[in-house]
Protein backbone atom coordinates (compact mmCIF):
# COMPACT_ATOMS: atom_id res chain seq x y z
CA UNK A 1 0.00 0.00 0.00
CA UNK A 2 1.48 3.31 -0.54
CA UNK A 3 1.90 5.69 1.71
CA UNK A 4 -0.65 8.19 1.43
CA UNK A 5 -3.25 5.36 1.06
CA UNK A 6 -2.00 4.31 4.29
CA UNK A 7 -2.43 7.62 6.38
CA UNK A 8 -5.42 7.33 4.84
CA UNK A 9 -6.20 4.12 6.24
CA UNK A 10 -4.92 5.23 9.82
CA UNK A 11 -7.11 8.38 9.55
CA UNK A 12 -10.32 6.30 9.13
CA UNK A 13 -9.64 4.04 11.73
CA UNK A 14 -8.28 6.70 13.93
CA UNK A 15 -11.93 9.26 13.57
CA UNK A 16 -13.76 5.79 14.01
CA UNK A 17 -11.66 4.91 17.54
CA UNK A 18 -12.33 8.60 18.23
CA UNK A 19 -16.44 9.25 17.51
CA UNK A 20 -16.73 5.60 19.22
CA UNK A 21 -14.29 5.62 22.58
CA UNK A 22 -13.74 9.20 22.89
CA UNK A 23 -10.30 10.92 22.58
CA UNK A 24 -9.25 10.05 26.21
CA UNK A 25 -9.42 6.73 25.26
CA UNK A 26 -7.98 6.72 22.19
CA UNK A 27 -4.13 5.52 21.59
CA UNK A 28 -2.08 4.63 18.53
CA UNK A 29 -1.50 1.61 19.81
CA UNK A 30 -5.21 0.78 19.78
CA UNK A 31 -5.47 2.51 16.15
CA UNK A 32 -2.62 0.46 15.06
CA UNK A 33 -4.46 -2.89 16.28
CA UNK A 34 -7.66 -1.59 14.94
CA UNK A 35 -5.87 -0.88 11.57
CA UNK A 36 -4.14 -4.32 11.84
CA UNK A 37 -0.36 -2.45 11.49
CA UNK A 38 2.47 -2.56 13.27
CA UNK A 39 2.52 0.53 16.01
CA UNK A 40 5.84 1.87 14.86
CA UNK A 41 4.31 2.28 11.15
CA UNK A 42 1.86 4.08 12.52
CA UNK A 43 4.37 6.16 14.82
CA UNK A 44 6.80 6.46 11.29
CA UNK A 45 3.55 7.93 9.47
CA UNK A 46 2.02 10.30 12.22
CA UNK A 47 4.55 9.93 15.06
CA UNK A 48 2.77 10.59 17.95
CA UNK A 49 -1.00 10.81 19.40
CA UNK A 50 -0.68 14.58 18.31
CA UNK A 51 0.93 14.22 15.28
CA UNK A 52 -2.17 12.19 14.25
CA UNK A 53 -4.68 15.11 15.56
CA UNK A 54 -2.85 17.50 13.62
CA UNK A 55 -3.15 15.25 10.45
CA UNK A 56 -6.55 14.83 10.83
CA UNK A 57 -7.21 18.55 11.86
CA UNK A 58 -5.17 20.33 8.91
CA UNK A 59 -7.61 20.01 5.85
CA UNK A 60 -10.69 21.15 8.45
CA UNK A 61 -8.77 23.86 9.54
CA UNK A 62 -8.03 24.63 6.25
CA UNK A 63 -11.43 25.03 4.79
CA UNK A 64 -12.32 27.16 8.47
CA UNK A 65 -10.04 29.54 6.99
CA UNK A 66 -10.96 30.22 3.59
CA UNK A 67 -14.85 30.40 5.65
CA UNK A 68 -12.97 32.87 7.98
CA UNK A 69 -11.82 34.96 4.80
CA UNK A 70 -14.83 35.44 3.55
CA UNK A 71 -16.47 36.53 6.80
CA UNK A 72 -13.90 39.12 7.16
CA UNK A 73 -15.19 40.93 3.95
CA UNK A 74 -18.68 40.67 4.55
CA UNK A 75 -21.07 43.29 5.03
CA UNK A 76 -24.41 42.23 5.49
CA UNK A 77 -27.11 43.41 3.61
CA UNK A 78 -29.73 40.47 4.20
CA UNK A 79 -30.32 36.98 3.85
CA UNK A 80 -28.60 36.80 0.71
CA UNK A 81 -24.94 38.41 1.79
CA UNK A 82 -24.97 35.75 4.78
CA UNK A 83 -26.02 32.75 2.77
CA UNK A 84 -23.04 31.73 1.26
CA UNK A 85 -20.94 32.31 4.47
CA UNK A 86 -22.96 29.95 6.34
CA UNK A 87 -23.25 27.19 3.57
CA UNK A 88 -19.28 27.44 3.19
CA UNK A 89 -19.48 26.62 6.77
CA UNK A 90 -21.45 23.86 7.01
CA UNK A 91 -20.06 22.41 3.43
CA UNK A 92 -16.98 22.17 5.50
CA UNK A 93 -18.12 20.45 8.41
CA UNK A 94 -20.29 17.82 6.59
CA UNK A 95 -17.13 17.05 4.89
CA UNK A 96 -15.34 16.39 8.03
CA UNK A 97 -18.48 14.60 10.13
CA UNK A 98 -16.43 12.31 12.25
CA UNK A 99 -13.65 14.77 13.39
CA UNK A 100 -16.55 18.02 14.13
CA UNK A 101 -17.90 15.20 15.92
CA UNK A 102 -15.14 15.08 18.00
CA UNK A 103 -14.11 18.63 18.41
CA UNK A 104 -17.88 19.26 19.40
CA UNK A 105 -18.97 17.05 21.50
CA UNK A 106 -15.61 15.11 23.46
CA UNK A 107 -14.48 18.18 26.54
CA UNK A 108 -11.59 15.53 26.43
CA UNK A 109 -10.43 16.85 22.90
CA UNK A 110 -10.35 20.16 23.93
CA UNK A 111 -6.43 19.59 25.47
CA UNK A 112 -5.49 18.54 21.72
CA UNK A 113 -3.68 21.87 20.70
CA UNK A 114 -5.03 20.66 17.28
CA UNK A 115 -8.70 20.68 18.67
CA UNK A 116 -8.10 23.67 20.03
CA UNK A 117 -7.00 25.14 16.91
CA UNK A 118 -10.22 24.38 14.93
CA UNK A 119 -12.62 24.88 18.36
CA UNK A 120 -10.42 28.89 17.83
CA UNK A 121 -11.40 29.39 14.15
CA UNK A 122 -15.28 28.05 14.64
CA UNK A 123 -15.51 30.75 17.51
CA UNK A 124 -13.43 33.36 15.77
CA UNK A 125 -16.04 32.94 12.90
CA UNK A 126 -18.72 33.29 15.48
CA UNK A 127 -16.94 36.40 16.40
CA UNK A 128 -16.71 38.17 13.09
CA UNK A 129 -20.36 36.86 12.73
CA UNK A 130 -21.77 39.09 15.38
CA UNK A 131 -19.08 42.05 14.58
CA UNK A 132 -20.88 41.90 11.38
CA UNK A 133 -24.44 41.97 12.67
CA UNK A 134 -23.93 44.58 15.41
CA UNK A 135 -21.41 43.47 18.20
CA UNK A 136 -23.87 43.80 21.43
CA UNK A 137 -24.11 40.77 23.77
CA UNK A 138 -27.54 39.45 22.07
CA UNK A 139 -25.73 39.56 18.72
CA UNK A 140 -23.08 37.29 20.01
CA UNK A 141 -25.13 34.75 20.95
CA UNK A 142 -27.68 34.77 17.95
CA UNK A 143 -24.04 34.38 15.88
CA UNK A 144 -23.22 31.80 18.04
CA UNK A 145 -26.02 30.05 18.15
CA UNK A 146 -26.59 30.30 14.24
CA UNK A 147 -23.67 28.23 14.15
CA UNK A 148 -24.60 26.35 16.41
CA UNK A 149 -27.34 24.78 14.23
CA UNK A 150 -25.39 24.55 11.70
CA UNK A 151 -23.05 21.84 14.60
CA UNK A 152 -26.02 20.17 15.50
CA UNK A 153 -27.53 19.54 11.38
CA UNK A 154 -24.01 17.89 11.39
CA UNK A 155 -23.85 16.12 14.52
CA UNK A 156 -27.24 14.83 14.55
CA UNK A 157 -28.95 14.79 10.85
CA UNK A 158 -26.16 12.21 8.89
CA UNK A 159 -28.88 10.47 8.44
CA UNK A 160 -31.44 12.53 6.62
CA UNK A 161 -31.66 13.63 3.17
CA UNK A 162 -28.59 15.98 2.77
CA UNK A 163 -30.09 18.66 0.47
CA UNK A 164 -33.13 19.12 2.66
CA UNK A 165 -31.45 19.45 5.54
CA UNK A 166 -28.89 22.24 3.97
CA UNK A 167 -31.39 24.06 2.93
CA UNK A 168 -33.67 24.12 5.42
CA UNK A 169 -30.44 24.93 8.13
CA UNK A 170 -28.71 27.78 6.40
CA UNK A 171 -32.29 29.28 6.30
CA UNK A 172 -32.43 28.61 9.84
CA UNK A 173 -29.26 30.13 10.62
CA UNK A 174 -29.78 33.41 8.55
CA UNK A 175 -33.15 33.63 10.05
CA UNK A 176 -30.85 33.44 13.63
CA UNK A 177 -28.52 35.64 12.36
CA UNK A 178 -30.84 38.76 10.93
CA UNK A 179 -33.50 38.11 14.43
CA UNK B 1 -25.98 4.55 41.29
CA UNK B 2 -27.15 6.05 44.14
CA UNK B 3 -29.89 9.18 43.81
CA UNK B 4 -28.82 12.45 45.96
CA UNK B 5 -31.60 11.77 48.62
CA UNK B 6 -30.12 8.00 48.76
CA UNK B 7 -26.46 9.13 49.68
CA UNK B 8 -25.46 9.40 53.48
CA UNK B 9 -28.78 11.79 55.45
CA UNK B 10 -26.59 15.50 56.26
CA UNK B 11 -26.50 17.16 59.05
CA UNK B 12 -26.68 20.53 58.40
CA UNK B 13 -22.53 20.72 58.82
CA UNK B 14 -22.35 17.14 56.32
CA UNK B 15 -25.44 19.46 53.73
CA UNK B 16 -22.92 22.23 53.45
CA UNK B 17 -20.02 19.92 53.15
CA UNK B 18 -22.14 17.85 50.30
CA UNK B 19 -22.76 21.39 49.16
CA UNK B 20 -18.68 22.41 48.92
CA UNK B 21 -18.12 18.63 47.04
CA UNK B 22 -21.16 19.16 44.22
CA UNK B 23 -19.82 23.13 43.73
CA UNK B 24 -16.17 21.94 43.16
CA UNK B 25 -17.25 19.34 41.20
CA UNK B 26 -19.94 20.75 38.85
CA UNK B 27 -16.95 22.82 38.29
CA UNK B 28 -14.11 20.96 37.62
CA UNK B 29 -16.50 18.43 35.45
CA UNK B 30 -17.48 20.93 33.42
CA UNK B 31 -14.26 22.04 32.47
CA UNK B 32 -11.75 19.17 32.73
CA UNK B 33 -14.75 16.71 31.62
CA UNK B 34 -15.92 13.66 33.50
CA UNK B 35 -13.68 10.71 32.78
CA UNK B 36 -10.48 12.94 33.40
CA UNK B 37 -11.72 14.41 36.59
CA UNK B 38 -10.88 11.64 39.36
CA UNK B 39 -12.24 12.23 42.72
CA UNK B 40 -8.93 13.21 44.19
CA UNK B 41 -9.05 16.81 41.85
CA UNK B 42 -12.28 17.29 43.41
CA UNK B 43 -10.72 16.62 47.33
CA UNK B 44 -7.83 18.83 46.57
CA UNK B 45 -9.74 21.47 45.13
CA UNK B 46 -11.17 22.04 48.66
CA UNK B 47 -8.45 20.92 50.70
CA UNK B 48 -9.60 18.03 52.00
CA UNK B 49 -8.40 14.18 51.76
CA UNK B 50 -10.41 11.36 49.30
CA UNK B 51 -11.50 9.72 51.82
CA UNK B 52 -13.75 12.85 53.15
CA UNK B 53 -15.02 12.76 49.76
CA UNK B 54 -16.32 9.27 49.56
CA UNK B 55 -17.70 9.83 53.04
CA UNK B 56 -20.11 11.79 51.42
CA UNK B 57 -19.94 10.15 48.10
CA UNK B 58 -19.75 6.58 47.81
CA UNK B 59 -18.70 6.57 44.08
CA UNK B 60 -17.91 9.02 41.29
CA UNK B 61 -21.16 8.15 39.93
CA UNK B 62 -23.47 9.20 43.18
CA UNK B 63 -21.68 12.63 42.59
CA UNK B 64 -22.29 12.99 39.49
CA UNK B 65 -25.90 12.03 40.26
CA UNK B 66 -25.79 14.31 42.57
CA UNK B 67 -24.86 17.39 40.20
CA UNK B 68 -27.32 16.90 37.43
CA UNK B 69 -30.82 14.96 38.96
CA UNK B 70 -31.39 18.19 39.99
CA UNK B 71 -31.89 19.56 36.20
CA UNK B 72 -33.22 15.95 35.07
CA UNK B 73 -36.01 16.31 37.44
CA UNK B 74 -37.11 19.72 36.79
CA UNK B 75 -37.58 18.52 32.88
CA UNK B 76 -39.30 15.48 34.28
CA UNK B 77 -41.82 18.12 35.62
CA UNK B 78 -42.06 20.30 32.64
CA UNK B 79 -42.50 17.14 30.62
CA UNK B 80 -45.02 15.52 32.97
CA UNK B 81 -47.12 19.04 33.20
CA UNK B 82 -47.82 19.08 28.97
CA UNK B 83 -51.23 18.45 28.48
CA UNK B 84 -51.56 15.51 26.21
CA UNK B 85 -52.69 16.18 22.69
CA UNK B 86 -50.80 17.81 19.95
CA UNK B 87 -49.21 21.52 21.30
CA UNK B 88 -50.61 25.15 20.49
CA UNK B 89 -48.62 27.06 18.82
CA UNK B 90 -48.84 29.06 22.35
CA UNK B 91 -48.08 25.76 23.89
CA UNK B 92 -45.11 25.26 22.15
CA UNK B 93 -43.69 28.89 22.90
CA UNK B 94 -44.42 27.90 26.84
CA UNK B 95 -42.52 24.75 26.31
CA UNK B 96 -39.63 26.27 24.73
CA UNK B 97 -39.37 29.39 27.16
CA UNK B 98 -39.56 26.57 29.91
CA UNK B 99 -37.12 24.43 28.59
CA UNK B 100 -34.61 27.39 28.06
CA UNK B 101 -34.81 28.63 31.77
CA UNK B 102 -34.54 24.88 32.79
CA UNK B 103 -31.13 24.57 30.55
CA UNK B 104 -29.88 28.43 32.05
CA UNK B 105 -30.81 27.23 35.70
CA UNK B 106 -27.85 25.33 35.68
CA UNK B 107 -25.08 26.05 32.39
CA UNK B 108 -22.46 24.07 33.42
CA UNK B 109 -24.70 20.94 33.91
CA UNK B 110 -26.20 21.91 30.48
CA UNK B 111 -22.33 21.82 29.36
CA UNK B 112 -21.67 18.27 30.85
CA UNK B 113 -25.07 16.50 29.52
CA UNK B 114 -24.39 17.99 26.09
CA UNK B 115 -20.83 18.23 25.82
CA UNK B 116 -19.25 15.65 27.99
CA UNK B 117 -19.04 12.41 25.66
CA UNK B 118 -18.40 10.00 29.23
CA UNK B 119 -21.52 11.91 30.34
CA UNK B 120 -23.86 11.48 27.64
CA UNK B 121 -22.57 7.80 27.47
CA UNK B 122 -24.03 7.26 31.12
CA UNK B 123 -27.38 6.39 31.73
CA UNK B 124 -28.37 10.07 33.51
CA UNK B 125 -26.54 11.07 29.98
CA UNK B 126 -29.57 8.75 28.22
CA UNK B 127 -32.37 9.92 30.37
CA UNK B 128 -31.25 13.52 29.49
CA UNK B 129 -31.19 12.34 25.39
CA UNK B 130 -34.97 10.68 26.46
CA UNK B 131 -36.31 13.80 28.03
CA UNK B 132 -34.57 16.16 25.14
CA UNK B 133 -35.84 13.83 22.27
CA UNK B 134 -39.42 14.21 23.94
CA UNK B 135 -39.56 18.24 24.10
CA UNK B 136 -38.15 17.85 20.07
CA UNK B 137 -41.24 15.34 19.25
CA UNK B 138 -43.79 17.77 20.99
CA UNK B 139 -42.32 20.90 19.59
CA UNK B 140 -41.91 19.51 15.62
CA UNK B 141 -44.66 17.02 15.29
CA UNK B 142 -45.47 14.77 11.50
CA UNK B 143 -43.92 13.65 9.41
CA UNK B 144 -42.76 16.56 7.47
CA UNK B 145 -38.75 16.41 7.58
CA UNK B 146 -38.48 20.26 7.11
CA UNK B 147 -40.21 20.81 10.54
CA UNK B 148 -38.13 18.13 12.12
CA UNK B 149 -34.88 19.43 10.89
CA UNK B 150 -35.96 22.97 11.87
CA UNK B 151 -37.29 21.94 15.45
CA UNK B 152 -33.64 19.64 16.17
CA UNK B 153 -31.64 22.95 14.79
CA UNK B 154 -34.06 25.41 16.91
CA UNK B 155 -33.19 23.40 20.24
CA UNK B 156 -30.08 22.90 19.37
CA UNK B 157 -28.95 26.92 18.49
CA UNK B 158 -30.92 27.44 21.94
CA UNK B 159 -29.18 24.46 23.81
CA UNK B 160 -25.77 26.84 22.81
CA UNK B 161 -26.57 30.19 23.63
CA UNK B 162 -26.98 28.49 27.07
CA UNK B 163 -23.78 26.40 26.68
CA UNK B 164 -21.56 29.36 25.73
CA UNK B 165 -23.08 32.14 27.08
CA UNK B 166 -25.19 31.21 30.10
CA UNK B 167 -22.73 31.72 32.77
CA UNK B 168 -21.23 34.86 31.64
CA UNK B 169 -24.80 36.33 30.53
CA UNK B 170 -27.64 34.65 32.11
CA UNK B 171 -29.75 37.79 32.49
CA UNK B 172 -29.65 37.83 28.59
CA UNK B 173 -29.57 34.68 27.63
CA UNK B 174 -33.17 33.35 28.05
CA UNK B 175 -34.70 35.89 26.29
CA UNK B 176 -32.36 35.90 23.33
CA UNK B 177 -32.49 32.35 23.29
CA UNK B 178 -36.27 32.13 22.80
CA UNK B 179 -36.27 34.63 20.02
CA UNK B 180 -34.04 32.46 18.40
CA UNK B 181 -35.95 29.21 18.51
CA UNK B 182 -38.43 30.91 17.32
CA UNK B 183 -36.80 32.92 14.35
CA UNK B 184 -35.76 28.90 13.43
CA UNK B 185 -38.98 27.58 13.82
CA UNK B 186 -40.50 30.17 11.67
CA UNK B 187 -37.94 30.22 9.45
CA UNK B 188 -39.76 27.63 7.00
CA UNK B 189 -42.91 29.81 7.32
CA UNK B 190 -44.34 27.71 9.66
CA UNK B 191 -45.71 29.62 12.76
CA UNK B 192 -44.08 28.81 15.98
Known amino acids: MDPDALVGRVADVALSCLV ?15 ACLPEAEVRALVGDEEGLMAHLAGPLLAALG ?10 VRGPASLRPLIEGYMDALVAHRRLVTVVLSDRAATTSPAVGALRRAMLDLAE ?21 AVHTAVLEMADLDAATVRGVIVDASVAILLT | MTDLAHTHAPSGELSVARLRIVDAARSLFSSRG ?28 DLLAAIVTPLLRRLDDLLAAIPAGPLTDAGRRDLLRRYIEALASAPEVTVLLLRDLGVAQHPLGLRFAAQRERIRALLGPGDDPATAIRTTAAVGALELAVIEFGRDHPEEVPETALGIAIAVLDSGGAVA
Open chain 1, 20 to 34: TKGYAATTLDGIAEA
Open chain 1, 66 to 75: DVLASAAAVE
Open chain 1, 128 to 148: QLARATGDRVDNRIRAASALG
Open chain 2, 34 to 61: YERTPLRLVADALGITKAAVYHHFRAKD
